[in-house]
């Protein structure tokens, strides 16, 4: 117990707060990391995957790209990127790692939304006269986002934790305490950072619980309160 | 009018859901379809609004072609009524009506107060209007369907199985309701089941499907009943059995119908008989 109460020391100390790299230093750009990551993947993902929903076509890509991406090692691609970008685009190299690593959830979250609509649903919006794209506008996103915000959270989760990564590519983030923690036989500040990391994930994934739940539509809410 | 000539419709694995099928479907009619599945009378519906493109044959509507026709532009002229609804879960009541006026560019509150009048037309009160359908019970589920594709009211009207999900009690009232709303309205009506009751009791014009919709038979209901075309028409529609093959009995209290098992199911009334029947 004595080494949490230390990292939670370390937590609060005055050379955390004004080190080399001051503890809110890192945590925003540990965050920044986190948000430009998936939203580049959102910007990517989103539209690709309800396109694969709406039409079903490169269904078998997509589902075959989201499954293999899962058994991509992060640290591996991290270092990759590194290496075939060039020491001196390591910010580029670590998003794009990044960004590869959000893009299958995210995906995945999007098109299985879009599909998850019931067939009969969108055939009958097809039959009074929706055109295929108010038929993927007014119907089959509104249905799916639930589904797509449960993609984002668990890309996010995904990134929040491999941006630690960074720290061994750069003196970013909050890895970096845990790579200098190791380096120096610091563990108070190892678990210290870690906990600060387990924090921004619990809280990130409870405000994506919220908003999963925030976007569910009105009649399908009621229909589940109602079962 | 409604008119299909020598349509085909085959499928890339080769199966013939339609194969070379003709009708006339008179307007201001109400026309059933009916046949056990397998009988394409679901795919002759479809195509009705190119939800379904008939791979040869033409259909055409007052004499044009509906190949020619935007088929968007095409389905928003024709009411078409889904089994289940097929309603849009995450909008009211109201706005599902209003759907095709909306897209048609109506303007929101007038959308809306068409809506209402087409829920008193089918019996629903307004005070649903404000309900997510998933809040209705299937019959009322049902008559949204159908105030759905009344809305912008059109000229024709598609009824794919309407009723085939409903409780019976539910079904024989909406079955009511839809003679009702044909005698008031006039549309010239598409209507496919399974029922033979239901196509008797609501069709003008009844077509017997065979698989690949071949035509079994096409007439009204009484001359289809008096006059079989064939022994598969005759076990469709049941003459040798239940209601349809009935004898009459002789009893104290005057003359009964009795059918194949002997059970009464009726009584034989004259003319004169009818004020006090």
Do not use: C
């Not at chain 1, 380096?183 to 994934?205: N, P, S």
């Not at chain 2, 397998?38 to 190119?50: A, C, D, E, P, Y």
């Not at chain 2, 033409?58 to 078409?80: C, F, K, N």
């Amino acid at each position: 117990m004595d080494l949490f109460a230390d990292a939670i020391a370390w937590i609060f100390s005055p050379e955390a707060q004004s080190g080399s790299l001051p503890l809110s230093e890192a945590i925003w750009t540990h965050l920044a990391f986190t948000f430009v990551s998936v939203l580049i993947a959102a910007a990517v993902a989103v539209p690709a995957g309800w396109l694969v929903g709406h039409t079903g076509r490169g269904r078998e890509a997509a589902v075959a790209l989201s499954g293999a991406a899962r058994a991509v090692p992060s640290f591996g691609l991290v270092l990759l990127l590194v290496l075939v970008f060039g020491v001196t685009h390591k910010v580029g190299a670590s998003t794009t790692a990044f960004v590869l690593l959000a893009i299958p959830p995210i995906l995945a979250g999007a098109y299985s939304g879009v599909e998850a609509v019931e067939r009969r649903v969108v055939d009958g919006a097809r039959a009074v006269g929706m055109t295929s794209r108010q038929v993927l506008g007014k119907v089959e996103i509104p249905l799916g986002l639930p589904l797509l915000i449960g993609g984002l959270r668990s890309a996010t989760l995904q990134v929040v934790a491999t941006v630690t990564l960074a720290g061994y590519v750069g003196s970013w983030g909050l890895g970096f305490y845990i790579v200098q923690g190791i380096q120096i036989r610091d563990f108070a500040q190892i678990l210290g950072a870690a906990l600060v990391i387990v924090v921004l994930a619990v809280v990130l994934d409870l405000l994506f619980a919220l908003l999963e739940r925030a976007v569910v539509p009105h009649g399908v809410a009621a229909r589940r309160s109602a079962d | 009018m409604i008119e299909f000539r020598s349509v085909t419709k085959t499928y890339p694995d080769g199966t013939h859901a339609v194969d070379d099928f003709s009708l006339v479907v008179p307007a201001h009619t109400t026309t059933v379809l009916v046949g056990s599945s397998g009988s394409g009378k679901t795919t002759l519906l479809r195509m009705i609004n190119r939800m379904v493109e008939p791979t040869s044959g033409t259909i055409e509507i007052d004499g044009e072609s509906i190949a020619e026709r935007d088929p968007v532009r095409l389905r928003r002229s024709i009411g078409y009524v889904l089994q289940n609804g097929g309603l849009l879960p995450h909008h009211r009541v109201v706005d599902n009506v209003a759907t095709v006026l909306r897209l048609e560019g109506t303007p929101k509150q007038q959308a809306r107060d068409r809506a209402m009048e087409v829920l008193d037309v089918v019996g629903l009160d307004r005070s649903l209007a404000t309900r997510y359908p998933s809040q209705l019970s299937g019959g009322q589920q049902q008559r949204v369907g159908v105030a759905r594709a009344l809305a912008a009211d059109p000229n024709i009207l598609l009824m794919d199985e309407p009723f085939g999900a409903v409780d019976p009690i539910v079904r024989a009232e909406l079955q009511t309701e839809t003679l009702r709303l044909q005698q008031e309205l006039h549309k010239t009506v598409v209507f496919v089941t399974h029922d033979i009751d239901e196509a008797f009791l609501l069709g003008d014009q009844v077509v017997i499907l065979e698989t690949g919709a071949q035509v079994a038979q096409i007439g009204s209901p009484s001359e289809i009943i008096e006059n079989p075309a064939s022994e598969f028409v005759a076990s469709f529609i049941g003459t040798e059995r239940g209601a349809r093959a009935l004898r009459t009995k002789e009893t104290g209290h005057g003359t009964v119908l009795v059918d194949a098992t002997g059970r009464t199911q009726g009584r034989l009334v004259g003319d004169d008989d009818e004020g006090t029947a």
